[in-house]
């Protein structure tokens, strides 16, 4: 009976007792610093739609991402998992990996197929092509009933026309591999993939989604992993030269203006009174890209590191009605995001194996408490014999190793540094990150011995209990490995060359 | 004909044609860096009234006090001229000083009392007192009816208790002078002041003269001088201990506190509609306090600089009905309150004098450009020899000189080390602050040769036309001249002790 009430008391807050289930849509970053939203201070980004949502939704101060590099962020965010479970270690796949995210993995797409959603992904993957095994790790064979997209990172390919009409890209890009693939499905449908037309071309794709998925009684799952704002920075016509923020600007902007296009497509179908956004990115802002990397605001170092400007990211939960607008302080992860979509979904979190999320509804719909105090960084090349470099306990953290990443700068502190070599801490550095976000003042660790010796047991077990996955960086790869439109075409892979097929984006695809 | 139109056109565009004249409350927070509100980014600040204030009014992104250090921001503020032309150099006023902003400057109270406002200034003068010479250089001979307040920086004197009930200070106050001193108009009221209660004390104030004059057909000025959020940090019952962000955040949010209580009797008396609010600060974060200094987020250095940490400050400005809420990147400045104000309250700018500010109503009523695309950073210790150390024209910053800084912190990077002397760059060193706000990546300036040539025109211009006044600074002075509520009592200075006297808060008082 008591259970009953508690139960009853839960749908109620919640709101998720009756009706149709909730759609979801993920919105996610790439290479986004906490500092780089005007919401999270900066001061010459125009991003009114995420404003928007900010105004609307519940910000968060103190939400990591799993990793200070893509893949290993994008495997956690997508299972729950720490990347060592799934073997997404140690870096990021390249053009040409032929490892890929396990399929005895779950991911939130299939968490959803259970319960009967629609499911899709727009833009980067980034967890595998397995180009020689029919495209086996693509997200059509990890529970998303469509993917249109790039699936890694697009400066691994030989980055030419980024701006409107037919300005270069700045930066250079791997000119090794072949030109960056545009897939449907499994199909390659364009390739190289246009950059003055790709923000358009996937929120084209997001919106239809979308558009479809209202007018039928099936829930949706859509995440939106934009290349945005990832280097090279790349922009439309409309976004070129668009902002006083120079090209990360006109970046971020074409980013927002897709969200706000998501926004609107979600409000014209009458269906955000029962749709649940969430935003965030994979890691810091890429330091070594200067004015064209992103900004981490107050926070220490960035993008490959361990320290808050790694993993600190902004993140912003947005479901009207439900979500009260607010600022939190309270910890959340990306690894939380499967926990708390399952709960929305009425679905279910994977018993059979371990779950590093948590749950995030307390926090979203009661204005509660988070069910973490406490949280693991790995670093971006982590092994079994390391371990996490630091731990979070409450507003305390211990860093058991130290290191600078090939995405620092020598105009940043010493520490960021690609230079600066892996060093071990023992006793662990120790900061309270609630008075001392920078990571600047480090705490005397006598006058925080109790602190410090909870934190080394809870971090010395962690490291022992974790059972690693066979890393999917190792797999064997050749050339071969690389998408490519015309296989065994020559010369290859400049030859890889084909222009835009016709998309699905119509009724005749059972998605659109 | 024309300018009538246009008149009119202006004043339908303002509002301020018929009715009333509005009233204006200035808000000037001590030390607070571009980095410590919620709205700027900060993750563990508590601002609810400052972020309602952000979200209803104009925030700025690019707005800057005169100086890096008190006095002289100061000074500038009130008379809307360089510190340098009135005299207020170098460095600051301490307890014993005995000069002070001289009289035959017109301060924005000067301004607003030929229009017939009724005008107060609460909290910390810090433009001389004058002990010696019948206080002469307090704020009641500066054109303000009514002051009360500690008259200088509350770590210029022995700091001993800071938290209620008997908490002592952290960090080290000046111990050689007399305890600080609270005036009343021209009378210590209260030797030492009690820190406990202090903010209650400005505020019963500040509400009790805004309530007075709502209720009397005068418009009123009132000028709200936190000592918060300068160290020693201090706080009452209801906010010491009450921060995640430690001492820094109870003082902080004890000044959040008190502008919630202005707020609250602004909208209780009826007067929001017609009642001009400006939030701002005199310079950046003490960053030797560590986390008991401030925070200037993603800019470099703070206090005693003039790198942007030092001297680009939080500032919101709100009126309902008249400025509608939005961000803004268009320059702003201490200098152009003077002007500002004068043009809403219908009054004049002095025309005897060179004025530096210029009248921010189009960026505030118009949602308009800046009348500046310019600024000038003088150096804490200005000289004639030197002149301004920095300027900034449109997007670009030159600095013609660099220095470290007394409130610098070996945990910054070592540009901000007291330790680092002046260092002449010629060519300037040359950034872009729209997308470099950090100051981390100096520009070619062989590729900017004609922007260097026009900022260092312009510089060299404006430094040969500046006429200095004779330093304030320099008068000669004695122990005598620390206001002393028993003076010539001994053990000098351990003797000025009083208890609190009978506030004039009530309706005896000309003002109350």
């Not at 020689?132 to 697009?154: A, C, E, R």
């Not at 190289?192 to 071309?201: E, G, N, Q, S």
């Not at 860093?399 to 070599?421: I, K, M, V």
């Amino acid at each position: 009976m008591l259970l009953c009430v508690v139960f009853a008391f839960c749908c109620v807050l919640h709101g998720f007792a009756s009706g149709a289930k909730p759609n979801i849509v993920l919105l996610f970053a790439d290479d986004l610093g906490f500092g780089d939203l005007g919401v999270y201070g900066h001061p010459t980004s125009t991003t009114p739609n995420l404003d928007t949502m900010a105004k609307e939704g519940l910000v968060f101060t103190q939400f990591y991402s799993a990793s200070g590099v893509c893949s290993p962020s994008r495997a956690a965010l997508l299972t729950g998992r720490y990347q060592t479970r799934s073997g997404i270690w140690p870096g990021v796949f390249g053009a040409n990996s032929a490892g890929g995210l396990p399929h005895n993995e779950t991911t939130i797409a299939e968490v959803l197929k259970e319960e009967g959603y629609a499911t899709a992904i727009v833009g980067k993957w980034h967890l595998g092509v397995g180009f020689t095994k029919n495209n086996t790790y693509l997200p059509i064979h990890q529970g998303f009933d469509y993917y249109l997209g790039i699936p890694y990172s697009h400066d691994m390919c030989p980055c030419l026309i980024c701006f409107y009409p037919d300005q270069p890209c700045f930066d250079k890009c791997r000119t090794s591999e072949t030109p960056c693939p545009l897939f449907e499905n499994s199909t390659i449908i364009q390739q190289p993939a246009d950059f003055t037309t790709l923000a358009a071309t996937y929120t084209n794709a997001a919106t239809a989604f979308i558009r479809k998925n209202s007018e039928s009684d099936q829930p949706f799952f859509l995440y939106v992993a934009y290349q945005h704002t990832h280097h090279p920075q790349f922009a439309s016509k409309q976004f070129r030269n668009s902002s006083i923020r120079g090209t990360f600007g006109d970046s971020l902007s074409e980013l927002d203006w897709s969200v706000g296009q998501i926004f609107e497509t979600i409000r014209s179908t009458g269906i955000a009174n029962n749709t649940f956004v969430f935003f965030t990115a994979d890691n810091g802002p890429s330091l070594t890209r200067q004015v064209r990397g992103g900004n981490q605001g107050l926070l220490k170092c960035g993008k490959g590191t361990t320290y808050e400007g790694g993993m600190r990211e902004p993140a912003i939960a947005w479901m009207p009605g439900k979500i009260k607008p607010a600022r939190t302080t309270e910890l959340g992860a990306t690894v939380d995001i499967l926990p708390t979509i399952a709960t929305i979904a009425g679905g279910k979190t994977p018993t059979d194996r371990p779950i590093d999320g948590v749950d995030m509804s307390p926090i979203l719909f009661e204005g509660g408490q988070s069910r973490r105090d406490y949280y693991y960084y790995y670093p971006k090349s982590p092994s079994p014999e390391i371990g996490v470099y630091a731990t979070r306990y409450k507003q305390y953290k211990a860093f058991f190793y130290t290191q600078g990443s090939h995405c620092g700068s020598p105009y940043y502190d010493h520490d960021c540094w690609e230079s600066t070599r892996q060093a071990k801490h023992d006793p662990p550095l120790l900061f309270d990150l609630l008075q001392d976000p920078s990571e600047k003042y480090p705490l005397n660790v006598e006058a925080y011995k109790d602190v410090v010796s909870v934190i080394t047991e809870m971090t010395e077990k962690f490291n022992r209990e974790m059972v690693w996955g066979t890393s999917e960086m190792h797999v064997k790869s050749s050339s071969a490995d690389q998408p490519c439109c015309k296989p065994n075409c020559k010369p290859f892979p400049t030859c890889c060359v084909c222009k835009q097929g016709r998309l699905h984006l119509d009724k005749s695809s059972p998605i659109f």
